[in-house]
Each structure stands twice: as structure tokens, then as C-alpha cells.
């Protein structure tokens, strides 16, 4: 059964960085699988901010976080990351990470089937 879990979120200060976990367990990363990055604030749809695929060398990024979050995975640990840098308190959301089989990314809730339950961050001074 194939699972993800995301960590890392919490109550944090605007400024500096932060970096979400994604931990999958039942398939392999270095089978080809993209790993995306959502983000669903209450009453709003889940939006997607960004996916990377096996290699690392397709990534997409939604234009309103492009200069402040990094996606990256390490295959070896079987781990997704989120950078949040310069946080600000708009950042404030549940974070999930999905996986779907395929070579290239496609930023689309829809298109993903395996999701994990979501990590909540704040940013509040």
C-alpha cells in the first residue's frame, strides 16, 4: 500500500526558512513517480504549488511561489522536500504532498492519486 507522509509544519515567525518532509513507503523514487506539493487554505480549493519529477530535471513551480519555495527529492531516502523561505504569514495552510506514476510533472490536483494527509503551518508573529 503505498503512503505519504508529510512533517515538518508548525507554528513559525515570518522571515527565515522552512522545509517540509514527504516520506513515501510502498513504492520505490527511483521508479519513475512525481512528487507534487498542494496547498488548501479553508473554504478555498486545493492549489497546486509545485512537482519534480524522477531525476529532479522536470520541475514546475505556480508563478505566485516561484522565487520563494524549492522542491527537491532525495530518491535514496524515499523523501520529498518544500522550501519555504522568507515566510510570510500568507504561507499559512495545509501543506500535502501526492504522487502519481509519470515522467513529467503536471501541476493538477486531479491528476495525482495518492495523497498524504497534510501538514498545517502558521506563520504568525
Known amino acids: 500500500q503505498v503512503q505519504l507522509v508529510e512533517s515538518g509544519g508548525g507554528l513559525v515567525q515570518p522571515g527565515g526558512s522552512l522545509r517540509l518532509s514527504c516520506v513515501a513507503s510502498?513504492?520505490?523514487?527511483?521508479?519513475?513517480?512525481?512528487l507534487g506539493w498542494f496547498r488548501q487554505a479553508p473554504g478555498k480549493e486545493r492549489e497546486g504549488i509545485s512537482c519534480?519529477?524522477?531525476?529532479?530535471?522536470?520541475?514546475q513551480y505556480v508563478d505566485s511561489v516561484e522565487d520563494r519555495f524549492v522542491i527537491s527529492r532525495d530518491n535514496a531516502k524515499n523523501t520529498a522536500f518544500l522550501q519555504i523561505n522568507n515566510r510570510k504569514p500568507e504561507d499559512t495552510t495545509v501543506f500535502y504532498c501526492?504522487?502519481?506514476?509519470?515522467?513529467?510533472?503536471?501541476?493538477?490536483?486531479?491528476?495525482?492519486?495518492?495523497w498524504g494527509p497534510g501538514t498545517q503551518v502558521t506563520v504568525s508573529s
Open positions: 501526492a504522487t502519481v506514476r509519470a515522467h513529467l510533472c503536471r501541476l493538477s490536483n486531479t491528476w495525482f492519486d495518492v
Open positions: 510502498g513504492l520505490s523514487l527511483a521508479d519513475p513517480y512525481i
Open positions: 519534480i519529477n524522477r531525476n529532479s530535471a522536470n520541475t
